[in-house]
């Protein structure tokens, strides 16, 4: 069995349907459906069985987790950048991770887990994905601390010959309805677009970048999926492993990309940043993407230009809010 932990939610359902793809359906999920309509990306896909987090928590901290595993990919967390629940956090991000490793490693199952491009803070140490040098890295938030804590537990373990520990950069693309105010760009901008004709963004405060101009590693769902399960199959690489395009862009290119995808003028007004959020904002970002190919990762990966493209015509404006 397959465990996919978020299996329900925006990068961990995606992962599922491309297991389903390669002609794999004995896959477990592991989530929390709540009331914010998850249950959508679950539509059409393939799995054995499915746990509530809880019950999973429970079920492996008891050791009477009912299946035997061949791999862990342990996508579930709280992605929340702006949740000031520290406690929360903790536990949720750091504590239920321990659990999950020490699950998996048990059973000589692979371990596969997401980090987060979150823990280079504003980036004045680099976006290299060394496992070395992770102490020198200082997060701007409790969401990308909870992930470093994790990062350099692993590392105090002597783990990361055995595990492989993902960074995602900024992820896009459909199976992101449910996360309210965690949903992409792409996918605020096209609800504005449509129903005003016109894109906000927020202003620069850093005189290095011009209003829009701070800059981001966007990369496409269906890319980062790909970038994930090449690790299910290539166990001799292990570590940290950045997943982006290793191409920064602008907030300007992204949303002249979805008007040009709308076959819409450009319009961007540019708009005051919550005071709580100017010391915490990341003015640029990018993945440095050599290592993972290194060890043999080819796929080619969509532009931004093609990403957005696909994103709105054959799902946004299609209103078809899954990926498969």
């Given at each position: 069995?397959?465990?996919?932990?978020?299996?329900?939610?925006?990068?961990?359902?995606?992962?599922?349907?491309?297991?389903?793809?390669?002609?794999?359906?004995?896959?477990?999920?592991?989530?929390?459906?709540?009331?914010?309509?998850?249950?959508?990306?679950?539509?059409?896909?393939?799995?054995?069985?499915?746990?509530?987090?809880?019950?999973?928590?429970?079920?492996?901290?008891?050791?009477?987790?009912?299946?035997?595993?061949?791999?862990?990919?342990?996508?579930?967390?709280?992605?929340?950048?702006?949740?000031?629940?520290?406690?929360?956090?903790?536990?949720?991000?750091?504590?239920?991770?321990?659990?999950?490793?020490?699950?998996?490693?048990?059973?000589?199952?692979?371990?596969?887990?997401?980090?987060?491009?979150?823990?280079?803070?504003?980036?004045?140490?680099?976006?290299?994905?060394?496992?070395?040098?992770?102490?020198?890295?200082?997060?701007?938030?409790?969401?990308?601390?909870?992930?470093?804590?994790?990062?350099?537990?692993?590392?105090?373990?002597?783990?990361?010959?055995?595990?492989?520990?993902?960074?995602?950069?900024?992820?896009?693309?459909?199976?992101?309805?449910?996360?309210?105010?965690?949903?992409?760009?792409?996918?605020?901008?096209?609800?504005?677009?449509?129903?005003?004709?016109?894109?906000?963004?927020?202003?620069?405060?850093?005189?290095?970048?011009?209003?829009?101009?701070?800059?981001?590693?966007?990369?496409?769902?269906?890319?980062?999926?790909?970038?994930?399960?090449?690790?299910?199959?290539?166990?001799?690489?292990?570590?940290?492993?950045?997943?982006?395009?290793?191409?920064?862009?602008?907030?300007?290119?992204?949303?002249?990309?979805?008007?040009?995808?709308?076959?819409?003028?450009?319009?961007?007004?540019?708009?005051?940043?919550?005071?709580?959020?100017?010391?915490?904002?990341?003015?640029?970002?990018?993945?440095?993407?050599?290592?993972?190919?290194?060890?043999?990762?080819?796929?080619?990966?969509?532009?931004?230009?093609?990403g957005v493209s696909d994103y709105v015509k054959n799902y946004l404006?299609?209103?078809?809010?899954?990926?498969?």
């Amino acid at each position: 069995m397959i465990i996919v932990t978020g299996g329900a939610g925006f990068i961990g359902s995606v992962v599922v349907w491309k297991l389903n793809l390669l002609g794999r359906d004995d896959v477990i999920i592991v989530d929390r459906l709540g009331d914010e309509e998850k249950w959508k990306n679950l539509n059409g896909l393939k799995y054995a069985d499915i746990f509530h987090k809880d019950e999973f928590y429970d079920l492996i901290v008891e050791e009477s987790f009912p299946y035997s595993v061949e791999a862990v990919i342990h996508l579930g967390a709280c992605s929340s950048t702006t949740e000031k629940d520290a406690d929360y956090l903790l536990f949720n991000n750091f504590k239920y991770s321990q659990a999950v490793a020490r699950f998996a490693l048990e059973r000589d199952a692979r371990f596969i887990y997401a980090s987060s491009a979150a823990t280079y803070g504003d980036g004045s140490n680099g976006y290299q994905d060394n496992e070395e040098t992770i102490e020198n890295l200082r997060p701007l938030n409790m969401y990308g601390y909870s992930k470093q804590m994790f990062d350099l537990w692993i590392k105090r373990k002597n783990l990361f010959d055995k595990v492989v520990g993902l960074k995602y950069f900024n992820v896009y693309g459909p199976n992101e309805y449910h996360k309210g105010d965690m949903r992409s760009v792409v996918h605020k901008a096209f609800e504005q677009a449509v129903h005003s004709g016109k894109v906000k963004l927020f202003k620069s405060y850093n005189e290095k970048f011009k209003d829009g101009e701070q800059m981001r590693d966007f990369i496409y769902v269906k890319d980062a999926v790909d970038m994930t399960l090449f690790f299910l199959e290539n166990k001799r690489a292990n570590g940290l492993f950045n997943i982006g395009t290793g191409q920064a862009r602008t907030w300007n290119d992204l949303v002249t990309a979805l008007f040009k995808a709308l076959e819409m003028p450009v319009n961007i007004e540019y708009i005051d940043m919550p005071g709580y959020l100017r010391n915490k904002y990341q003015y640029f970002t990018q993945a440095d993407v050599s290592k993972i190919k290194n060890f043999g990762f080819n796929s080619e990966i969509h532009s931004l230009e093609d990403g957005v493209s696909d994103y709105v015509k054959n799902y946004l404006l299609k209103n078809k809010f899954v990926a498969y």
